[in-house]
């Protein structure tokens, strides 16, 4: 089957509502309201990733700078549409984000990610080895910290770097 090109790009605020439906359909992901994906497509569009194809949303990435610790980016959410998934989409979404300008001077990368979400912490452990960075592991969110009703698992911490710089990205 042909691979057609994936496109990627800041998102704007038209692309809040087809995020919000995207991060649905991966069943993997905490679906914020719309308004949040919005206004991430708004106020925090220079460090969030769409990946597009003929004009189709299939990938998306939120993060934004940790307010206390500037040298630190936070990844919030990475999906991928499941049909367009192990097509090495996040992996290629999140280099881009790395490579921007804005995060020339990010020195770690960490996320949250729980115990059943292999495809994202797969997706760090490379980006550690592809990039020779240390990969550390810790207690992030508890599950007690949720809702008992919303059966949430624990979110493990993951935190990497020190990135490489920018020409080596
Ligand atoms: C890296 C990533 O996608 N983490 C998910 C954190 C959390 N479960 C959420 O969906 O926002």
């Known amino acids: ?35 949040c994906y919005i206004l991430l497509s708004d106020y925090l569009r220079d460090t ?14 939120s993060a934004f700078r940790a307010p206390s610790r500037n040298d630190t980016l936070f990844v919030w959410q990475i999906a991928v549409a499941p049909s367009k998934q192990r097509r090495g989409i996040a992996r290629r979404m999140l280099k881009e984000l790395l490579a921007r300008e804005c995060c020339s001077d990010v020195v770690y990368i ?15 452990l490379r980006l550690a080895k592809d990039y020779r960075m240390e990969c550390h592991l810790s207690a992030g969110y ?21 990135l490489p710089v920018m020409g080596e990205r």
């Open 110 to 124: 960490e996320a949250t990610v729980s115990p059943s979400n292999l495809a994202s912490r797969g997706l760090l």
């Open 142 to 162: 508890a599950d007690a910290l949720f809702p008992v009703e919303a059966r949430h698992e624990e979110e493990l911490l993951f935190r990497l770097g020190p």
């Open 1 to 35: 089957m042909k691979e057609t090109a994936i496109r990627f790009r800041r998102p704007e605020k038209k692309d809040g509502t087809p995020i919000w439906k995207l991060i649905q359909q991966t069943e993997a992901l905490d679906v914020n309201s719309a308004y």
């Open 48 to 61: 969030c990733v769409i990946a597009e194809e003929e004009e189709k949303i299939v990938g998306f990435i």
